[in-house]
């Protein structure tokens, strides 16, 4: 504060105040007490908490879409490179389902352990469909996607992963023998779905169920033929979601037709599976 306002201010306080008026008092703001405040302690790795992030400010002059952060991957990148990226994804991915025949595509977990029965039940399908001449694609990961490679390369057939790339790297499991990466789901997702002749599913998380009922979408709507065969392997696990469909959607809400759920064949016997693909396919 300047000197001649620190005195301007010191006179009017020693001015008297008028008679009758009420004198003037001024709130008085405590200051905080650091000393309450919790002490962060760290154990091991675990780092100092820090400051929440301010969320990113939207410029005015740039259309909103083009500030959109699509995936991770993609702060600095502008939409017009995304958008070449994207296309060519979809240029590679469709020059390399063009050169395979025959293929079967495998869905399921990525977090269940070799030692889990449905890992050895995709691997034990995947070896038999390979011995019938099949190639079999899965999403190059671990779990059930390794099981499924890992059978077709035991019996000597064709083994592919169209694998993602993600913020904690997932690499290809050690028995595919054909790969190619993809930056953005989409490009992946559609590949996954476009490349088969029969689409296999084991128990399995959100993306497994994205999956089935992406291609169940596709045949209901016409999009993708009604004689292509959705095999489901477990029917303790694929059991009360359908139960649920055909009570929930088809009976109480009729948001979906009696007929749309014949297109799913549950099972856990892996020899008749693998003979309807064989007859169908």
Not at 22 to 44: C, H, M, Q, W, Y
Not at 174 to 201: C, E, N, T, W
Not at 249 to 270: K, M, N, P, Y
Request: some cysteine; hydrophobic content about 35%; proline content about 5%.
């Amino acid at each position: 504060m300047k000197p001649e306002t620190r005195k301007r201010k010191q006179q009017r306080a020693d001015q008297p105040a008028p008679s009758g008026s009420v004198p003037i008092r001024r709130a008085r703001i405590p200051k905080s007490n650091t000393d309450s405040l919790p002490v962060f302690e760290t154990f091991g790795d675990i780092r100092q908490p820090r400051a929440k992030k301010t969320r990113r400010k939207m410029r005015e002059d740039v259309p909103a879409i083009q500030q959109k952060q699509m995936t991770f991957g993609d702060q600095d990148g502008g939409i017009s490179w995304r958008v070449f990226r994207i296309m060519s994804e979809f240029v590679d991915g469709f020059e390399f389902l063009s050169k395979l025949e025959r293929t079967v595509t495998f869905f399921g977990s990525a977090r269940l352990p070799e030692d889990n029965a449905y890992y050895q039940k995709a691997r034990d399908l995947a070896y038999r469909l390979a011995q019938e001449g099949f190639t079999i694609v899965t999403g190059g990961g671990p779990g059930i996607m390794e099981a499924g490679n890992r059978g077709a390369s035991e019996a000597n057939g064709k083994s592919v992963g169209l694998n993602i790339e993600l913020p904690l790297e997932q690499e290809f499991n050690p028995y595919v023998k054909q790969g190619i990466g993809f930056h953005y789901f989409m490009s992946r997702k559609f590949m996954l779905d476009y490349s088969a002749l029969a689409y296999v599913f084991f128990p399995g998380g959100f993306g497994t169920l994205d999956e089935l009922f992406t291609i169940s979408t596709l045949i209901q709507t016409g999009k993708a033929d009604r004689d292509v065969p959705i095999v489901l392997i477990g029917r303790e696990f694929w059991t009360p979601l359908l139960e649920w469909v055909k009570h929930a959607l088809v009976g109480e809400w009729q948001t979906v037709s009696a007929r749309d759920t014949e297109i799913w064949h549950v099972t856990d016997d892996l020899e008749h599976a693998a003979q309807l693909i064989c007859e169908k396919c």
